[in-house]
């Protein structure tokens, strides 16, 4: 299916049902494998996310000139996601002293002797943040009460997931950063997809408010928002897309 490129859009995607196409099959150990890891006990969670804090750190150390700052995400995430925030904090400090330890294997010149320090200092605040970020995520999740299938930060993540997970409904953020806007990304997305977007927007102006409706949206709810008022704009753009379907089926039935 050919799609639009559009830029830089931020969605949320609720559950969805898997089709049968090659793709699809060869993703399903992939898909397995996080229903797995999605069983697993708060514990147990944090030991592997310990374990591949460790598997990391010696890469980190035995590659040398490359540092792998960016694969402790990994276990900061799983430890987050599976054992709550401050089991993400943890991993996340211990990742931040990890890469501090292979720091020596690295050819690198610092102009302090401290610098590695901070450096490491910097890496442990930014796996908090993400474990904040991801930890508030999960739990307006549980309060919604709709499972979170996909993210994407880029236009092309965008379109893939909806692609591949066909979800039951897309949250779009008006104002983001590029050169699309979310309306626009959510025109895309209907238009390719058939597939409800309900809009995140921090601006209630009439011209806002009348660019969302004309995209084909199903609602919007104002930033910030609180558990119970997403999932009544959720709930309510269901219901409508819903009604949507039946009417277009009503219509198209022969007299």
Known sequence: MKTKQLSNSD?????????TSAWEQSLAPIHRALELLGRLSHTSATIL???LVAVIAWFDYVTGDFSLALFYLVPVVL????????????????SAAAWLVGDPALSHAYAHPLMPYWNAAMLALIYAVVAHLLSTLHHLQASVGYQVAAAASTTDEALNAVELHR???VLMDITLAGNVNGIVAAVAIRGNFLVPVVFLTAHADDGTMERAVAAGGFGYVLKPFSGPALKGAIETALHKYQTEIESRRASNRPA
């Open 11 to 19: 969605l949320f995607i609720t559950p969805v049902r898997f089709g």
């Open 79 to 94: 430890a987050t996601w599976n054992a709550g925030r401050v089991s993400g904090w943890f991993i996340g400090v211990l």
């Open 49 to 51: 996310a310990v374990v």
């Open 167 to 169: 979800p039951d409904l």
